[in-house]
């Protein structure tokens, strides 16, 4: 039962363009949505994250938008840089906030 | 920088013998999760601790699989007997506070266990 899918297992952009990576989310009672970072070899890094009282949040090149009604989020990077190339999750926690549902993850390849 | 720090980085076990994987949680953190990541799936939780409890367990398999946190020291993920199917990475993360803790999630590189 994959409560969080990322649908698109990768995605190829090149240097300076829009990465946009896609989420969508089955249980409703979600309320907080986070996208982690990972690098080979390396444990998940926190990237950015939205509170479902909202609908975007910004922070420099990244920016999460969340639409509750499809129940779908995405991650916004502008310009993508090669340095972003990595594996990007998607995870999504609800009230009680102690456990992360993940997604299946995204390789962003960033060509230069 | 004393980040989440799990040890050993990789190891391998033939099947039926026990698997420990440690992690110690960053400085002044008292929660630390544990996750494991199956080949081309995402992180499933496993078990969440606070020293010296067992607050969430639902993540865990019934058997095989325990956890602690002691008072002292670092927190095992123990597992018995293993089979081919444990083989997957394992990453623990520690939070410095219950309640909103997932914004503060810290991870560490991780424990790949392979099985033989």
């Known amino acids: 039962d994959q409560q969080v899918k990322q649908n698109s297992p990768s995605l190829s952009v090149q240097e300076g363009r829009i990465s946009i990576l896609n989420c969508d989310y089955t249980n409703s009672m979600f309320d907080y949505f986070l996208w982690y970072k990972k690098y080979p070899a390396e444990g998940p890094t926190f990237l950015i994250s939205?509170?479902?009282?909202?609908d975007k949040n910004e922070d420099g090149r990244f920016t999460v938008f969340l639409n509750k009604s499809a129940k779908h989020l995405s991650l916004h990077i502008v310009p993508s840089q090669p340095g972003d190339s990595a594996v990007y999750f998607c995870?999504?926690?609800?009230?009680?906030?102690?456990?992360?549902?993940f997604g299946a993850g995204t390789i962003l390849r960033v060509k230069s | 920088n004393a980040g989440v720090m799990q040890n050993p980085r990789h190891l391998v076990r033939r099947r039926g013998q026990e698997a420990r994987l440690r992690c110690s949680p960053m400085?002044?953190?008292?929660?630390v999760y544990w996750y494991r990541q199956l080949p081309e799936e995402g992180l499933k939780f496993m078990v969440y601790l606070q020293k010296e409890n067992i607050i969430d367990e639902s993540g865990m398999p019934k058997e095989r699989f325990s956890a602690e946190f002691p008072k002292e020291g670092p927190s095992i993920l123990r597992i018995q007997q293993v089979v081919r199917g444990d083989s997957a990475a394992y990453f623990c993360?520690?939070?410095?506070?219950?309640?909103?803790?997932?914004?503060?999630?810290?991870f560490g590189s991780g424990t790949q266990l392979s099985v033989l």
């Open positions: 939205i509170s479902s009282i909202k």
């Open positions: 993360a520690s939070s410095p506070r219950q309640g909103r803790t997932n914004e503060k999630l810290f």
């Open positions: 995870a999504a926690s609800g009230r009680r906030g102690n456990k992360l549902v």
């Open positions: 400085k002044g953190h008292s929660h």
